[in-house]
């Protein structure tokens, strides 16, 4: 069964500093994977997606994502961060060619002036 | 443009009570799913509707009945509740249900039962 793993619960950056969110999966073929953000009181917003191709993708917000099949990772970042980033951040994965999304248990970002 | 649009943004119950949880999408989309999110377990898909007509069952069905009343508008129902059912309910539609279609979602329900 695909499962995806969210390391850390919560990170805490300063503004301006860069920001790495982690994220591995497990599945057995090159799955589709996902970053979606929630922003307080709201629903979730994808970010970005990769399917095929280069390995890293832009996405919204000035976010970027690495996938390394060797590390079954799928990390997320960004340069520099803004406070606007303050917000949970979840993976997720899709496998079977149709919508039977995992969603990992999401990383809250904190961001201090 | 709406979007995914949810009734009520909050509902507080008691034990045994019965809601019904109402979602409408206005993007012409196939496909509509009910999650909850509880803290530390991310979401959990609970029903989904592939299309019109057709529903099937998530990962935590049992409690809850759905329906998908037309193409626009998919409820999901809760007929005596009980506190472990105390989540977010986040409905979300996409084009279709193939994997490269993004899920749009809407803001979600916070449910209390007490």
């Known amino acids: 069964a695909q499962s995806v793993t969210q390391p850390d619960i919560h990170i805490t950056v300063s503004e301006g500093a860069s920001l790495e969110l982690r994220c591995n999966y497990s599945?057995?073929?090159?799955?589709?994977l996902f970053w979606y953000v929630q922003s307080p009181g709201q629903g979730l917003q994808l970010l970005l997606k990769y399917f095929s191709g280069d390995t890293l993708v832009q996405g919204i917000k000035g976010f970027e994502a690495e996938f390394k099949r060797s590390q079954s990772s799928f990390n997320l970042r960004k340069p520099s961060v803004h406070w606007s980033d303050a917000a949970e951040y979840f993976c997720?994965?899709?496998?079977?060619?149709?919508?039977?999304?995992?969603f990992g248990t999401g990383t809250k970002l904190q961001v201090i002036p | 443009n709406a979007g995914v649009t949810q009734t009520p943004k909050f509902q507080v119950l008691k034990t045994g009570q019965s809601m019904t949880l109402q979602c409408a999408q206005d993007m012409n989309h196939n496909s509509m799913y009910w999650y909850r999110q509880d803290p530390g377990m991310g979401l959990r898909l609970i029903y989904y509707s592939a299309s019109e007509g057709t529903t099937d069952k998530g990962e935590v069905p049992n409690g809850y009945n759905v329906s998908r009343l037309n193409k626009r508008e998919f409820s999901l129902r809760l007929e005596s509740a009980a506190p472990s059912q105390t989540s977010v309910y986040f409905c979300a539609s996409s084009e279709s249900l193939a994997a490269y279609n993004e899920q749009f979602f809407g803001p979600g329900t916070r449910l209390t039962v007490l």
């Open positions: 997720a994965v899709v496998s079977g060619g149709y919508q039977k999304v995992t």
């Open positions: 599945y057995g073929a090159t799955p589709y």
